[in-house]
């Protein structure tokens, strides 16, 4: 569905509405430069997100019967219109400047760029190092041994980049769906996520699908803060979820 809109930004959530008010809340009081269009998606949570969201007018929001997935879920967005410079961020952000005008700023002055993220931090300001290489066998298994020795974290470090200090705009496979920003007509172009991954690694496959259209990078002068609990570390729920995505992404990507 077109829009005129400049920017728009998505937030899926699901039970986690202490956090999603936060990070709404950052988004609409930083966010200057241009309107934004901030849509809220819920998956059927069960803790009063539905009647919190609703009742903002100042806030988009649409509630799925169920908990479809992170991807498909973010996929609705598509049909409520997605701006020239389309956010998807997670509820657990929280911004203290206005970053997604400076970021659709930074993509109108680079053409040849179709997605990018910004430096993702920890509360304490330290970098929180996510992913940036094309997810492997290796990377994905043998780096989640990287407690272990470290040959192990190297290739996690690696897989990361936590071994590099970027310091310009550099491209990259992998922006984390944390928070990124996607041009909409290539979002519109590519169908969104592909709904097969009910949660991790669509973000990774969409952003391999983009560079299709152009450059894939990280801003490192752009940062934004990021509340990670990594549930698939300790949840055997999730760690389930991931290796399924897992391979699901491997054999898709196994030839390419």
């Known amino acids: 569905m077109k829009s005129t809109d400049f920017i728009t930004a998505a937030i899926v959530t699901y039970n986690n509405m202490e ?15 241009y309107p934004l269009k901030l849509t809220v998606i819920d998956n059927a949570s069960s803790d009063g997100t539905a009647e919190y969201f609703s009742a903002d007018s100042k806030i988009c929001f649409t509630e799925n019967g169920s908990n479809i997935g992170f991807g498909a879920a973010h ?17 657990d952000i929280e911004i ?24 993702i931090l920890n509360s304490d300001g330290s970098e929180q190092f996510t992913p940036k290489e094309k997810p492997t066998f290796k990377r994905l298994y043998l780096g989640r041994l990287s407690g272990l020795c ?9 897989y990361t980049w936590a071994d ?3 310091k310009t705009v550099t491209d990259i496979d992998f922006c984390s769906g944390c928070f990124f920003c996607i041009r909409g007509e290539v979002f519109e172009k590519l169908g969104g996520f592909d709904e097969r991954f009910f949660m991790y690694l ?20 752009i940062c934004v803060t990021h509340m990670w609990r990594r549930e698939s ?19 898709k990507w196994r030839k390419r």
Request: hydrophobic share 40%.
């Open 19 to 33: 956090q999603a008010k936060v990070a709404c809340r950052s988004l609409k009081e930083h966010t200057e430069k």
């Open 75 to 91: 996929n609705k967005a598509l049909s409520m219109g997605v701006g020239k410079y389309h956010f998807v961020i997670n509820p």
């Open 96 to 119: 203290n400047s206005d970053v997604l005008s400076a970021l659709a700023d930074f993509m109108e002055n680079n053409p040849d760029i179709v997605m990018a993220m910004p430096k």
């Open 150 to 158: 470290g040959s192990f974290k190297k290739i996690r470090d690696s």
């Open 164 to 166: 590099r200090d970027i």
């Open 202 to 221: 669509e973000d990774a496959d969409l952003t391999l699908r983009a560079k299709e259209f152009g450059r894939a990078v990280i801003n490192p002068d």
């Open 233 to 251: 570390a300790d949840s055997l729920k999730y760690l389930f979820i991931h290796i399924c995505s897992s391979f699901k992404f491997l054999h």
